[in-house]
């Protein structure tokens, strides 16, 4: 077995090959444990949950769950609440969520409003979630009107990426977490997009997969250590999220969330060009390696195919930004690339410059695109 230690956090961000033995170190001796996984991943959990009462942990049970965004709800945090209640939990149990970021950002929210709160620790199966959604304590649900409109920021005790779950996914989930790579890789670490253009998403070899999820988290660790609450620079972790997000929550799950962000991250781009702050090339670069790794470069609501978007459609996606936690007055608040490996936050951009950029991002890209 083989794991690697992110540093700079509170608590340690694991990288291993095998996460069983790491979760079961993170726990004491005799404490009270519950899984909640997604049932997708039912071995690996159950593998950990051996491991923990090899170690001496009192498990009080384990919760098998249908992942992704539907359950990250009012509805599925108050299920999980009235689980940890049916199953004993108090406020010295641990619950250790398994599964993709729809998981563990449920997981984190619970546990930070059970009983005022309860310790937890993240294990992340999916590509999206061991480079980012697992990382940084931000716990959320979604509410009707957006995504992430009702969270906190909990830490865990513990992040462990489980390398070996990789192998079960399919192709199309791999990629789904590439965006967040490349986000990483624009924000801090130029020379990770260079890994990415070399990187087969179809690759099942652990170790090509290591150094991608590695220097990705070492983005986000460092970013979070220098701002846990986000008040300033960490919302550069938002990059690709402000149009990622509306299109996500307008698209009613025809868009999975690293789809989005592959959007977004494309109308980040188109915004930069406009402004004069990115160069044309380092945006089309970007566009390559999305569409290298079978992302998609532009979306259309549910039942509109590749007809042009409506103007119902952005105004759905524009009110949908108005909610959002990244808008100021009359504009929206950006991420926006300056080059690979740098970017501005906080740039107020005017609501009709965002409305030509999602109306854009609704088309296929052009060879030298430049926002119209």
Not at 96 to 101: D, H, L
Not at 252 to 280: D, K, N, Q
Request: charged content about 25%; overall charge positive; aromatic content about 4%.
């Amino acid at each position: 077995m083989s794991s690697t230690i992110v540093d700079g956090l509170s608590y340690p961000v694991i990288v291993s090959d095998d996460a069983a033995p790491d979760v079961a170190a993170a726990v004491e001796h005799g404490a009270p444990v519950v899984v909640f996984a997604d049932a997708r991943v039912r071995a690996r959990a159950r593998r950990i949950v051996g491991a923990l009462r090899a170690r001496g942990a009192r498990v009080l049970g384990s919760l098998f769950v249908r992942g992704g965004e539907r359950g990250k709800s009012v509805r599925g945090a108050q299920s999980l609440w009235q689980d940890l209640l049916r199953l004993g939990a108090d406020r010295s149990t641990t619950l250790v969520a398994v599964g993709g970021g729809s998981i563990t950002d449920l997981a984190g929210f619970a546990s930070a409003t059970y009983m005022r709160g309860i310790a937890w620790i993240a294990v992340p199966t999916t590509v999206l979630g061991m480079a980012d959604a697992a990382i940084g304590g931000k716990t959320a649900i979604d509410l009707p009107q957006g995504k992430n409109l009702a969270g906190a920021f909990w830490p865990p005790r513990a992040v462990v990426a489980d390398l070996n779950a990789l192998r079960t996914l399919a192709v199309r989930e791999r990629a789904t977490g590439i965006a967040e790579i490349i986000k990483a890789a624009i924000i801090a670490d130029p020379g990770l997009l260079d890994l990415v253009e070399r990187t087969d998403v179809a690759e099942t070899d652990i170790a090509a997969w290591r150094e991608l999820i590695v220097r990705a988290a070492r983005v986000k660790v460092g970013v979070v250590a220098a701002d846990p609450q986000e008040r300033g620079v960490r919302a550069a972790l938002n990059l690709g999220h402000t149009i990622g997000h509306a299109v996500e929550h307008v698209a009613r799950g025809a868009l999975s969330h690293g789809a989005a962000v592959s959007v977004g991250l494309r109308g980040a781009g188109l915004l930069a060009v406009r402004l004069g702050m990115f160069a044309p090339s380092d945006h089309a670069r970007i566009l390559a390696a999305l569409r290298g790794a079978g992302l998609p470069l532009y979306w259309s609501p549910p039942g509109r195919g590749r007809r042009p978007l409506a103007k119902r459609d952005e105004d759905r996606v524009l009110q949908t930004l108005r909610r959002d936690k990244k808008r100021s007055g009359g504009s929206v608040q950006f991420v926006l690339p300056e080059r690979i490996g740098e970017v501005r936050y906080a740039v107020a951009i005017d609501v009709q410059l965002v409305r030509d950029a999602v109306r854009q991002c609704a088309k296929p890209p052009q060879v030298e695109e430049t926002m119209e």
